[in-house]
């Protein structure tokens, strides 16, 4: 009989889902597989203008259907299936859903099929920025603060102001909306194949980050706190949750549907889940007081400290600090840039847009033509650019640009905010502005250290995850020169699904804790990018340039 114990990560992003198959005994992969939600590529149910960012469960569950099956067949089929041991699940977050009191999402209900409303809100999300508002100045009213353990300031990025801004636009949804869930939460019950969602585990990671939860408070801020905000909230906090639970535990076993639906057994673990941050720094091996910073869309900042170092500090201004949200045991502390990959994503559509909207219409080429030319260029813009943009002197008075593509995530949320680029001229370039927004994006990343550092909690490292981390050596070596210290990359390409193999194999009880799987199963560093001096002080004069930049754009966006 074989020995063999193998596990399952998900790792659920923005664009896509992706499994990977692996080996408890050294975290070897066996088999990787993706799956690009086809509603969200066609764009539907989104509106980037009005900053609406939407998802069908059905490309969650077709997604999770495809990748599991495909990981399974390509590592070798029924032997492979036969040692799966366990299951465990990361999300973006906060990207929450209305369901029923069944648990199921309100898009998968007769008559709700294409009301975005009824779908998950992604993390992208922020039509609720009114409503982050009204709960960060019903906050000051009350003698506890409920705000402390997520930096003082609640973002429209989050649960309650998603939930919020969706009861009072959508009376249909506020009729039939018996709970609202996290889709870290989501995906281990429809997999335990739940039927009550007052069963349902909720993450201890997106509960505490997100959701206000705080073991302080004995659970949620009271039913006060929210019906005296809006009368929509009222009763909600009944239909929540007062426990919560870190993701070394097991949420369930794999339930008869999916189980026969997957080809696995009735017997494999399903753990409880968490945002693809947390798992992701576990899968990169943090380390205590070393940032992990997972880049893609967006960056996640995790950091995580012995819980007897901060006790009695409260960091301002960051995205929560949650005793057993990363490793259980330890506080972990999180903060990010609400665009970072997205910057560059957006530069290169803004470059693209000739080719989408001209070339098919030329009477040179066939459709056939143009459609490879567009994919080609597409492909190429950005590591061309990043060429191109390395060979520029460094210049004090060079185009600069502010990160806020998307608002800002930390330090201090404040998602209405604006980008901007100053310093152009008839020379600016393709090139130059891709500097701007790339050297940007990096000042973005310095101002968090900063504020880590200010507050007490000592940056001691940087450990970079992530697509922008693996693919983007010129954006790293920016990096590291802005922040003046070293970064070690993670040497696994699919990080976070990585993490989540290390928590399954924690939750199936194969390792005691989850230190232990990372010792066992993570790989170490195959990069390091070291800071070059030379470079220190026209970074720093061009930093303090950004922060002043970004303070005006501040007053002129708080006075309208």
Known sequence: MSNDQFVIGVDYGTDSVRSVIVDTANGRELASSVFVYPRWREGLYCNAAQNQFRQHPLDYIEGLDFTIKDCIKKAGGAHVAAAIRAISVDTTGSTPVGVNEHGVPLALLPGFENNPNAMFVLWKDHTGVKEAADINEHATKFDINYLQYVGGIYSSEWFWAKLLHILRVDEKIRSVCYSWVEHCDWIPFLLCGGTHVADMKRSRCAAGHKGLWAAEYGGLPPEEFFSSLDPVLKGFTSRLYKDTYTSDQAAGTLSPEWSIRLGLGEDVIIGVGAFDAHMGAVGGQIEPYHLSKVMGTSTCDMLVAPTTDMQGKLIKGICGQVDGSVIPGMLGLEAGQSAFGDTYAWFKNLLLWPLDELLAQSP?????????????????????????????????????????????????????????????????????????LAESTCFGAKSIVDRFNSEGVPVKGLIGIGGVAKKSPYIMQMMADVLQMPIRIHQFEHTCALGAAMFAATAAGIYPNVEEAMAAMGGGFDKEYQPNKENFDIYDSRYQKYINMGKYIEQHTKNG
């Open 364 to 436: 040179i080429i066939n459709e056939e033509t143009a459609e490879a030319l567009r994919n080609e260029m597409a492909v190429k813009i950005i590591p061309e650019l990043s060429r191109q943009a390395a060979l520029l002197p460094l210049d004090e008075d060079a185009e600069l640009s502010v990160d806020w593509l998307n608002g800002r995530r930390t330090p201090d949320a404040n998602q209405a905010l604006k980008s901007a680029i100053t310093g152009l001229s008839l020379g600016s370039d393709a090139p130059r502005i891709f500097r701007a």
